[in-house]
Structure formats: C-alpha cells, structure tokens
C-alpha cells in the first residue's frame, strides 16, 4: 500500500498575503534573514500583523545554509517569545531554520503545545514551504545534513509571486534549476506514484517553459507565478517522493565550498541523468525507461531510450547554457587540487545521504566520486 499527505494548506496568487489579515495567529515569531529586515521587506508582514494588533517578535538572524548553531539561537528566542504562530519569510534558509526551531522547541516543552508555522517564500526554489525536509549545515564537518520528519510538514503556505519580482537574474536562475532538479528527482525517485508524478510533470513543464524568460525579462509577471507556483507543486512531488542522488552531491558539494545549491544541482544533473539512465550500461534498465517518459513530458522524442535521454540531456545543457550556469568547478572558480582532494569526503556524505536511498540506480562510493570528477577539467 502507498499514500499521498498533503496536510500544508496553500494560498497563491496577487495579493496572496492578504490571507494573513483573515488569521487568529495569536503571539507570532517571524524568522527571516537580515536582507529581510534591512530591505524592508519583512514590513510586508509586520503592517498586516500590526493591521489586526497581533503581537510579534523578530528573529532576523538566518544565514544562507543555516546552521546548527543559528538554529539553536533561534530556539532560545523561541523559548523566551513562546509564540503561537512561527512564520518564515525568505528563501529555503529561513524555511528549513524554521522548520528545525519549531520541532526543537516543541520536543523541550514540558507541556506539549501546538505551533502553528506558515511559510511565506520570496524566491521560487526550494519548495520548503510544503516539504517534511530540513537541510541544515555542520560547520564542524563541512557538510549539509537533511532531516526528515513529517512533523515539520508547515501548516500553511502562502505564495504571492509579487515577493520575488525584485530577485536578481542569477538567483532566480539557480532557484529555478533547483525547482527542476526537483521534479526531475521525484520523477525517477523509487517512491514516485501517480500522485507525485502529476505534480513533478506539471512542475517542470512549468519550469522549463518560463525559466529562460523570466530570468532574461524579470519583470514578467506571468512567468514569475508559473514558477512561484512550479517550485510549490515540485515540493509536493518530492515531500512524498523523495529525491536521489544530484541532490546528495549537492549537499556534499554545497555544504563544502557553500555554492548556491540550485547551481550545483544544475551543474550535476546532466551527469546525474546519464548515470541513473544507465547510458553507460549494454542492457536497457528501468531507470532508462523512467528517464525516457520524464523526455516524453517535455516533448522529447528521439526513437530509441537511450537516444531520448541523450536528447534530453542535450536539451537541458542547451538550456543551461542560456542561463550561464558553470560546466565545471574551474569555470565556477574553485580550485582544482583542492575540489580533487575533496571528492572521496564528500562522496562518502554523499552515499549516507537520506536522498540517496530512493535513487533509480543505487550507486557505490566510486560511482559517486565517478560523478564528482566529471565537474572537473579533463573529467577524471
């Protein structure tokens, strides 16, 4: 027997945010990152909070791959402001900081205590707002941990697309190919059904349609809510799905030399695609023909499987390419040696990775290390 959850009620569209005016919220903790609070834009929540006279605190502390250390800063705020809502404003950062802190707080009250948290997203990437994962960064270890729980499933979404028409081109580019990434993952995932693949399939279609445009023309409106929406229903997929390993190397990657996680998910996908595809293999695998219908939604049609899949991967490189996402750590900026001496660490984090267990093609440690030379000049 399998199951669908979707317990994250959602609002979307102009305007969405106005559904916080129409809330019982009680005492509210808003958790987002300084540019937030500096820019002004935490504003957006604060007049429609003061608008119903809800009591609020402020925790304005998120960094970009949040910490364990930030995120017990933000557990001793918590504990001292003892809210009834949490609200998380920004990227995947501060949604996956506020998810951590909810459930940390909740499991150190004596009495149990029912925390409502709405996520509210100002770049179309992650999908965090309807997701049960939390990625968090070890400093210590150099490496990005996922944790998984349902309880940490938010309780409302709102995606109001106006929040993210002031995103730079270039984060809007890898918060995009992360949202691709995303469907393509839950896709071939071993956990995919019918229910996650429709939300997969209308989500890169989405992507892969209004990605370009809305990166080369950011003021279209349009685009931005067709990829506010596609990064919403790519979570759905991949909530319950799962998702394989580009993302356990990009966490492995990310977590050591803190690159913007969309761009190294789209720096690994074509390579990610080829391996799971099994383009390398004599014999057709199941993982081939899960590839071969991903192409088929795109409308990629080149006659056999593996001429498909090839057709694929050279449709996302073309797109790729538009986007002027780096082909290789040199291109990035990383230094050779260093990301060589790197690669047998971080392929092991990448093999004990959560993502890894629903991959198509379950890969050893030196199909991992296979996959991270081939980021690097000469492919070896």
Not at 17 to 23: G, H, I, R, S, Y
Not at 116 to 130: M, Q
Request: charged share 20%; glycine share 6%.
């Amino acid at each position: 027997m399998e199951s669908f959850k979707m317990p994250t009620a959602i609002y979307f569209g102009q305007q969405a945010l106005e559904q916080l005016t129409a809330m019982t919220l009680g005492t509210v903790l808003i958790i987002c990152d300084p540019f937030m609070k500096t820019s002004g834009m935490v504003k957006q929540v604060t007049e429609r909070l003061e608008a119903t006279k809800t009591d609020y605190a402020l925790f304005s502390e998120i960094i970009p791959d949040p910490t364990i250390e930030v995120v017990s800063q933000g557990v001793a705020v918590t504990l001292a402001v003892q809210p009834q809502t949490i609200i998380a404003l920004g990227g995947g950062s501060a949604m996956d900081a506020a998810k951590a802190i909810r459930k940390i707080y909740q499991t150190t009250l004596s009495q149990p205590a029912t925390v409502k948290l709405i996520c509210i997203p100002t770049t179309s990437g992650t999908g965090s707002e309807v997701t049960a994962f939390s990625v968090i960064t070890d400093k210590q270890t150099q490496a990005k941990y996922a944790l998984v729980s349902d309880d940490m499933v938010p309780d409302i979404a709102i995606l109001d697309p106006t929040l993210t028409s002031s995103v730079p081109a270039t984060i809007t580019a890898d918060t995009g190919l992360d949202v691709l990434t995303h469907c393509f993952e839950a896709f071939a995932s071993t956990h995919a059904s019918d229910f996650t693949d429709a939300c997969a399939e209308k989500g890169m279609k989405m992507v892969w349609e209004q990605l370009v445009p809305v990166v080369k023309h950011g003021d279209n409106a349009y685009a931005r809510e067709k990829m506010h929406n596609a990064s919403c229903l790519a979570g759905i997929a991949f909530s319950e799905a799962s998702l394989g390993i580009c993302h356990s190397l990009a966490h492995a990657l990310g977590g050591r030399f803190h690159m913007p996680h969309g761009r190294v998910n789209a720096m690994l996908l074509p390579h990610v695609i080829s391996y799971n595809a099994g383009l390398d293999l004599a014999e057709e695998t199941p993982a081939l023909k899960r590839y071969e219908a991903l192409a088929h939604v795109l409308g990629i049609k080149c006659g056999t499987p593996k001429a498909t899949v090839r057709g694929l991967i050279s449709s996302l490189n073309r797109q790729l390419n538009q986007l002027e996402i780096p082909k290789t750590i040199e291109e990035y900026g990383l230094d050779t040696t260093e990301y060589r001496t790197a690669v047998s660490d971080m392929a092991e984090n990448a093999l004990a990775d959560k993502c890894t267990l629903t991959n198509p093609r379950q890969p050893s440690l030196e199909d991992l290390k296979g996959i991270y030379l081939k980021l690097s000049k000469g492919g070896r």
